[in-house]
């Protein structure tokens, strides 16, 4: 009996994200080929590689690609609790530029691309949270929590350690670190997305730790 084989890499996302992709850029960075498969299969990744090679949205537009599922129209009421379901920590010094760069294009594309193919698109709330952000906005999103949060590690410091702020982690399936090389020990860019509906941050490395400038992997 012939066993049916499930797509891995760009070929198991949805038709509006691959068309996007392809239209975009052409074909995947040897860092997305590599880091997709696993990350589809909800395992921890670590990408290791150079600042241009798209690692960054390689661990994010699996995300996106999952939250375009879920809150899709023609599947009906989404199920999933209310809260946030994809976090993003990126440095504050390169925020606005991942932004730009890693979440409107891709969502503004992926709409296009889905209304040429006749599909309707969801409503993406996203919000941003850095010291700069206004009380209002803050207020706003634990009335309203978005789908997507971008924040610096140090802002999602100060949320975890709030009882009311902490609650919108609930339902979050993928916290993605960018660019982790203050913790890292390394030059090198580096991206971690982890699939998991509980996550822990621990803000020093342990003593069965081993810094990634000398993992084989880093040499």
Known sequence: MEQHVQPEGLGSFSQPVQNWFQNTFGKPTLPQEAGWPPIQRGEHTLLLAPTGSGKTLAAFLWGIDRLFRELAP?????????????????PLKALNNDIERNLRVPLAGIRQAAADLGLGAPDVHVAVRSGDTPPRERRAALRRPPHILITTPESLYLMLTSPRARTLFHGAYRPSWTKSTRWLGTSAGCTSPSASNGFSISPRP???????????AAR
């Open 74 to 90: 023609e599947e009906g009421p989404v199920s999933h609790p209310l809260g946030i379901r994809l976090l993003y920590i990126s």
């Open 206 to 216: 342990t003593p069965t730790h081993r810094p990634l400038r000398d993992h084989p």
